[in-house]
């Protein structure tokens, strides 16, 4: 506000304890009592035409809430002689008066003031070392409503600085310039404010590298190069942290480590003969202390779950030869709860974000592809847990299997590559994969841990542990996009759509989508049941699922009838199907015609004819933290042609989680024991949908994996 002719500069300085509680600055004395400044007498005196403002520094307890509440203790300006003020004294004059400044700093710091000159507030200072006065004179000739303001040095030292923009690295360009035959890559530390859930949802604040004098990237920067390449890293650490970097040398990964100070610079160079898929990742040594596990579980450095979660990037040797043409994708978590970790009520930990190349679906990168590309994926697992990857539609090819602590990648021998729907990915682990689809549609790859694709809690909230019930957040139709996040990426196959031939099934089967509520139980119970004869009654609920039986090449329909209360869908695991009938709604299909959600009372026909025999799954894939550990979830098994289903032979064993993440064996967490008869022959086949990585990997070891 402009009054006449005046000029208004008026300001307080206010720097708390509370707001910066590692600073080793202590008050000289006692807090002073201080007053609230209405801003209605202007300070100082004048000696003929010029006015004349004596201030000092001074430490008061400042009763902002009023006297009879306690104070918080911060630095005031006080007029000489007066009793300090919140906000400073206040300076008003006419424009062109000289106006002479007198400061008295008393205390142990550096006082920087800024606003006493006819320049630049912000880069004009008044520079005062501790216990000594200084004077600064000046006139104002532009009327107007300004202020004055001042900082402490040692207090500035130990405000953290603003958190920088961070791009999200989709690993196609390699970091780093080439000086004659080597490559030289200079890194330096940064704070960042990531968005993994696209730029305008809030932010979480992580360390994360930036290739020097450009921005900073989740994950970090790639490496890449031949083998034999010479390497100069050089790493900047700008923090007051100390920093632990491995992965840059020939030897093991984990136990070679560099190690740079608080605010100091170092470089390595070598050179790797080995091709393969690494990975080079860092620590901070303060933040690595408050990590929950014992030492011996983090050594290596790669149990990184909060801020320096996301110091991790690619590291790919090529041997001689074209460059492949492939993708790499690096699979990054962090959380940002501090010990004790809390878990949402079904039992699993409670905000685990998580992303691939720097976001979390809906916002990870399309990938497009045509019928009978050949694809090849580098996946790198730099989080603190296993991830067992699902592709949805098609098997894919293992060909290497890779170890950040270990500092190997093992390609397989052509007899040994396995080809899978689903492979389990250990934390610090790399694989190589490939496939080529031979179907048209929308295909998802995602973690089949269910809280890694299910809808994350608030960002912006860390008291928000629940992992919320996804049918409440917009239309059920679009369920891939408004309720789910995390580890996902999208794959859009092209080609030539052709129209789909009449369709006469060999075979029918009605499945029933049921729930009831079981007495003293929190989460409800959710379970199908196949109609064998008579419709089932409305509160049978069988769970896991009933055993589906299929034939290989045999037409079969499947019509699913949703009798809860809730939207739901099917996904067939495993069973190479149609996109339309994927069971990812909103996804599931072609552009413009996607899979719909199954709502109450409403039926959905499957159309499925299976292309291989064996043991499979089927599962819903909407809501997952609600209707999977409610239940729904069941066995289906493909027989080869004139093959019969011998029950009594055949062992069937499906473990899956409860409510509560209880691990339970077809369906209860006690299992009755089975009799078996000596000298018969018997066929065991092991099914498993566990939710938690540790159940996952004590599962996936001794059975088939999913």
């Not at 170092?266 to 050179?271: I, K, L, N, P």
């Not at 032979?649 to 993440?661: C, E, I, K, T, Y």
Request: charged share 20%; with cysteine; net charge neutral.
């Amino acid at each position: 506000m402009t009054i006449g002719a005046a000029a208004v500069v008026a300001s307080s300085l206010a720097i708390t304890a509370a707001a910066n509680p590692v600073a080793r600055v202590a008050p000289t004395a006692p807090p002073q009592a201080v007053a609230a400044n209405d801003n209605r007498t202007p300070a100082g005196t004048y000696v003929g035409d010029t006015l004349v403002l004596r201030l000092t520094l001074a430490t008061v307890a400042w009763h902002l809430l009023g006297d009879t509440n306690p104070a918080l203790t911060v630095a005031a300006f006080a007029e000489e002689g007066k009793t300090p003020t919140i906000p400073a004294p206040l300076l008003r004059v006419r424009t062109g008066t000289p106006i002479h400044v007198v400061i008295r700093n008393p205390s142990d710091d550096t006082l920087i003031v800024r606003g006493f000159s006819e320049r630049s507030a912000e880069v004009d200072s008044l520079i005062l070392l501790p216990r000594t006065t200084r004077d600064v004179t000046f006139a104002r000739r532009q009327a107007g409503t300004y202020q004055y303001w001042a900082t402490l040095a040692e207090w500035q030292r130990n405000v953290p600085a603003p958190p920088q923009a961070v791009a999200a690295n989709d690993n196609r360009t390699p970091a780093g310039t080439y000086v004659g035959d080597t490559l030289v890559l200079r890194l330096t530390l940064a704070t960042v404010a990531w968005h993994l859930l696209g730029d305008t949802n809030p932010a979480l604040t992580v360390a994360a590298f930036a290739e020097e004098g450009k921005t900073p990237t989740i994950p970090a920067p790639l490496l890449r190069v031949r083998t034999g390449t010479p390497i100069h890293v050089v790493i900047r650490n700008p923090s007051d942290d100390t920093l632990i970097v491995r992965g840059f040398s020939e030897r093991s990964a984990a136990v070679d480590s560099l190690i740079l100070l608080p605010r100091t610079t170092r470089d390595v160079t070598f050179a790797r003969r080995q091709a393969g898929t690494y990975q080079y990742w860092a620590t901070l040594a303060e933040w690595q202390r408050n990590v929950p596990f014992p030492p011996q579980a983090r050594r290596h450095g790669n149990v990184r779950p909060r801020f320096d979660s996301q110091l991790t990037g690619a590291f790919i040797v090529d041997p001689p030869g074209p460059i492949p043409n492939d993708r790499i994708f690096v699979i990054t978590e962090t959380t940002d709860q501090a010990p004790p970790i809390r878990n949402d009520y079904r039992g699993m930990p409670g905000r685990e974000f998580t992303a691939i190349n720097g976001r979390s679906w809906p916002y990870t990168e399309r990938l497009h592809y045509t019928v009978r590309d050949t694809i090849h994926w580098r996946i790198v697992n730099a989080t603190y847990e296993s991830h067992p990857m699902h592709l949805h539609g098609f098997y894919f090819r293992v060909d290497s299997h890779g170890s950040a602590v270990e500092n190997v990648d093992t390609v397989y021998a052509p007899a040994d590559r396995r080809m899978v729907v689903t492979e389990d990915i250990k934390f610090g682990d790399t694989r190589t994969l490939t496939w080529s689809p031979d179907r048209t549609g929308n295909w998802i790859f995602h973690c089949h841990l269910v809280n890694h694709a299910a809808k994350l809690p608030r960002v912006d909230n860390p008291n928000d542990i629940e992992y919320p019930d996804s049918h409440d957040h917009g239309d059920p139709d679009h369920h891939a996009m408004t309720g789910m996040n995390g580890l996902v990426l999208g794959i859009t196959v092209g080609g030539v759509l052709k129209a789909a031939p009449p369709w006469h099934p060999a075979k029918r089967l009605r499945l029933f989508v049921q729930s009831d509520s079981v007495q003293g139980d929190s989460a409800r119970r959710w379970g199908y049941v196949l109609q064998r004869g008579a419709e089932p009654r409305r509160d049978s609920v069988e769970s896991p699922g009933p055993l589906l039986l299929l034939t290989r090449g045999e037409p079969t329909s499947i019509e699913v009838i949703n009798r809860t209360p809730e939207p739901t869908s099917v996904h067939w695991h495993g069973i190479e199907l149609e996109s339309y009938y994927d069971g990812v709604t909103g996804w599931s299909g072609y552009d413009g015609s996607t899979e719909p959600a199954i709502r109450p009372e409403s039926t959905f026909e499957v159309h499925i004819t299976p292309k291989r025999a064996g043991t499979f799954m089927y599962h819903t894939h909407f809501n997952d933290m609600r209707q999977q550990y409610g239940g729904l979830v069941g066995p289906l098994v493909v027989l080869e042609p004139g093959e019969r289903w011998d029950a009594a032979r055949q062992l069937l064993v499906m473990v899956s989680d409860g409510p509560h993440a209880t691990l339970r064996v077809n369906g209860s967490a006690s299992p009755p024991p089975r009799v078996l008869r000596v000298g018969t022959t018997y066929l065991q086949t092991l099914r498993h949908y566990a939710n938690k990585s540790e159940d996952f990997d004590a599962i996936y070891t001794h059975g088939e994996g999913i």
